[in-house]
């Protein structure tokens, strides 16, 4: 049952929770005299915050010798670690995408401590909230190849890429992964995402040359495609998400070497990748590490030295709040268009923070986190469902 009045109604564990005017409304229906009445109770006038949200965080290095991976299941107000020594030994953690409160998708790379390079890549999947985790038969050994990002579109659809041009696709939950890999060995992909089985964006940069890479495909990956249109000052794409049941992707990232490596801006593509165009310049001094885009209208970015933007009308003006300048942001997370996370790290890499906010952007919190290692990429999921 779905109520709308000048508001949206969401069903939440048998009950209804209509957000009227400012106000959390809940619904009930008692009986008096064998008539049904309705009974609306008025929560208060903030911002409604839920209490029941799981998530993970990841962070970008091995700690104590083993993947980093956190799980929170009250809404960030404590967080623990999860996977064991055993599991995880000598595996990084790059990043984490949440499907619902008990499925989630990581993905990293097996390290090597003596050369400190990337042995294969890994993706480990959870269904009973992080409690245990099982690693994916991969199409490939994919020796000396990192994956950086995943990201899940629906419980069947997800996808990877990472190092020398790897991008890995499922479209039965991981039961069997395809290679829709890009042809260069040169590519390094950071980001990437996707609105189906079939239309995907990847963003990084050829390695050799440290020119700009941004790939579409519109065939589920057989073939990839470069933009018709793009801003000659492009940079290294760090990240990249789509806005759910559109055409609208957004990608974040950095300078490339060669203009000091730091500086990139945030664009948009309202044709799936084909074309692109700037919505936020560079934000000084700062890599742009994290975008996540709502809908058309709200969309929040976050980079180094404390510098976080959002919009609330798809980046034709954008609002800055007051973040420390000694966090760097690495992930951003949203349940809704009032309450999100980010994950990162301070000045340094000294040590991890996890920030929260319940109205939207504008002011935000400290939660604490089980240790000081640093984090980056965060992934949540509520127990109803979420446009995100």
Not at 125 to 153: C, R, Y
Not at 159 to 182: E, F, P
Not at 200 to 207: E, F, P, R, Y
Request: aromatic share 10%.
């Amino acid at each position: 049952m779905t109520i709308n009045i000048k508001g949206q109604a969401e069903k939440r564990r048998g009950r209804l929770v209509i957000d009227l005017l400012a106000i959390s409304w809940h619904y009930f229906i008692m009986s008096f005299k064998h008539w049904p009445i309705i009974v609306l109770l008025a929560g208060s006038l903030s911002f409604f915050s839920c209490n029941h949200v799981n998530g993970w965080a990841t962070g970008f290095k091995l700690v104590d010798g083993w993947g980093y991976i956190l799980h929170t299941s009250d809404s960030g107000q404590t967080w623990a670690r999860q996977g064991s020594a055993t599991q995880l030994d000598g595996i990084v953690i790059s990043d984490v995408s949440a499907i619902n409160p008990q499925t989630a998708l990581a993905c990293g790379y097996r390290f090597d401590p003596l050369t400190n390079e990337a042995l294969s890549p890994v993706i480990a999947k959870t269904i009973d909230g992080g409690m245990t985790w099982q690693f994916q038969n991969l199409p490939g050994s994919f020796e000396g190849i990192a994956l950086h990002e995943i990201k899940a579109v629906d419980q069947n659809v997800v996808w990877a890429c990472g190092d020398h041009g790897l991008i890995l696709r499922t479209v039965n939950g991981g039961i069997t992964w395809d290679d829709r890999s890009y042809p260069s060995q040169e590519a390094f992909f950071g980001g990437i995402a996707a609105a189906d089985r079939n239309r995907a964006v990847a963003g990084g940069l050829l390695v050799q040359s440290s020119l700009v890479l941004v790939v579409r495909t519109e065939d589920g990956g057989f073939t990839w495609a470069a933009p018709t249109s793009k801003p000659d000052d492009w940079d290294a794409v760090i990240e990249v998400a789509w806005i759910p049941n559109s055409s609208t992707v957004w990608a974040v990232g950095n300078a490339p070497p060669q203009r000091g490596g730091l500086g990139g801006p945030a664009l948009v593509s309202k044709d799936n990748g084909a074309t692109w165009e700037h919505k936020l310049e560079r934000l000084a001094l700062s890599h742009t590490n994290a975008v996540f885009p709502w809908n058309e209208d709200i969309v929040w970015v976050g980079a180094d030295r404390g510098n976080v933007r959002y919009t609330l009308n798809g980046g034709t003006t954008w609002e800055s709040p007051f973040i420390p300048k000694n966090l760097w942001i690495g992930g951003i997370s949203a349940i809704s268009t009032t309450e999100l996370w980010m994950a990162g790290f301070t000045e340094g890499g000294r040590e991890g923070c996890i920030i929260h906010s319940i109205d939207g952007g504008a002011n935000w919190e400290v939660q604490p986190a089980p240790s000081s290692e640093p984090l980056w990429r965060i992934s949540m999921a509520k127990w109803y469902n979420s446009p995100n």
